[in-house]
């Protein structure tokens, strides 16, 4: 990999300007029923097997390489693009099997493993954090809204796929990584450096 991408990281967000793009719901087990804790999938934390899982499309279209199911974000990847993350950051991720409505391939949906307190608060264009006067107790300190995202780099480490302490929707990678994943054509999700 050039060496130009060492030591830049990049947002991956869905493409919603993908013609025809597909929407998924949140995942099932095989027979329909609800997931007991959807979020536990973005948590940026390690997770036991959640067994066979499903996912129904909320909006029919054309099948992506990458895109987030239900009001969670789980991540969603095809066999390809989950290729280059066990492949490159096998330490970051796990990647679990799961049946995609309509699809006879596989998908995958990943947890990222790694959750990183590294928001640059004034590099940010705006990162304000829950207080007791927002009236969520439970989510003190935790960021409210964050626009222009800027991580502090030295606080990465080894990491190369990671979610943000406090900032749930963020799914970080590396530059080789999204490097990895254009030169594979993996469609359906778009990079911001931050």
Not at 52 to 70: K, S, V, Y
Not at 84 to 91: G, I, K, L
Request: hydrophobic share 40%.
């Amino acid at each position: 990999m050039p060496e130009i991408m060492r030591g830049r990281f990049f947002e991956l967000q869905i493409d919603a300007y993908v013609p025809g793009r597909w929407y998924m719901s949140e995942p099932t087990t095989p027979d329909g029923q609800e997931v007991d804790d959807v979020w536990a999938f973005t948590r940026g934390e390690r997770i036991a097997s959640p067994g066979q899982l499903r996912i129904p499309l909320l909006r029919p279209g054309n099948p992506l390489d990458f895109t987030t199911a239900g009001v969670g974000m789980t991540p969603i990847f095809s066999t390809r693009a989950a290729a280059v993350f066990r492949e490159m950051a096998p330490q970051d991720v796990q990647l679990f099997p799961i049946e995609v409505e309509g699809q006879p391939e596989p998908y995958h949906l990943l947890v990222v493993t790694r959750k990183i307190r590294c928001i640059d608060d004034k590099a940010c264009k705006e990162a304000r954090r829950f207080t007791l006067e927002t009236g969520r107790p439970e989510r003190v300190g935790e960021y409210q809204v964050v626009s222009g995202l800027r991580i502090d780099k030295s606080k990465v480490e080894d990491a190369r796929v990671f979610k943000l302490w406090g900032w749930r929707p963020a799914l970080i990678v590396d530059g080789e990584i999204k490097m990895a994943l254009e030169e594979a054509g993996s469609v359906g999700g778009y990079f911001e450096e931050v």
